[in-house]
């Protein structure tokens, strides 16, 4: 298993047959690009693994709901690339007065409706700020995506 979230791993290791009783761990000093480019002796890297698509749900419950889907490198911010497309993350004022992805004011929420073992873990000011709020959302800011995933913003 190379560039998948820890929970992945350990879903992996979770599953193991239980005749298995060793395991070997590898670890690596380097970029996860050398790593890849190591493992698969692939040196010139692949374009279709190395990009995901991201499926938004765009102002879920608005009268101008939409989807659209945008495709991504593994590993993307999620924030950056919504922004980047024109996708506002932000609700009412928060527009305007937002932190501009740096984590300082928790107002870029956005529901990862379905691909949420494809981001990384919630760290625990994340955890902590949005502890009122349903599992599946994420502050966009501090989530990348490492594979295919749903998205929904909100009016």
């Known amino acids: 298993l190379i560039g998948v979230p820890f929970d992945?791993?350990?879903?992996?290791?979770?599953?193991?047959?239980?005749?298995?009783?060793?395991?070997?761990?590898?670890?690596?000093?380097?970029?996860?690009?050398?790593?890849?480019?190591?493992?698969?002796?692939?040196?010139?890297?692949?374009?279709?693994?190395?990009?995901?698509?991201?499926?938004?749900?765009?102002?879920?419950?608005?009268?101008?709901?939409?989807?659209?889907?945008?495709?991504?490198?593994?590993?993307?911010?999620?924030?950056?690339?919504?922004?980047?497309?024109?996708?506002?993350?932000?609700?009412?004022?928060?527009?305007?007065t937002n932190c501009k992805g740096k984590q300082l004011c928790g107002t870029c929420i956005v529901n990862v409706a379905d691909g949420a073992p494809n981001t990384n873990r919630k760290s625990m000011d994340e955890a902590s700020t949005l502890r009122e709020n349903p599992e599946g959302y994420r502050l966009s800011c501090v989530t990348f995506a490492y594979g295919d995933v749903t998205v929904e913003t909100f009016p």
């Open 8 to 96: 992945t791993v350990m879903s992996a290791f979770a599953t193991l047959d239980k005749t298995v009783r060793e395991v070997d761990l590898v670890f690596f000093r380097g970029t996860k690009e050398e790593l890849k480019e190591l493992c698969t002796g692939d040196s010139g890297g692949s374009a279709d693994s190395e990009t995901i698509t991201i499926t938004v749900l765009q102002n879920k419950g608005g009268k101008d709901e939409a989807v659209r889907t945008l495709t991504a490198p593994a590993g993307c911010n999620v924030r950056q690339v919504l922004v980047d497309n024109d996708i506002n993350v932000y609700q009412s004022v928060t527009r305007w």
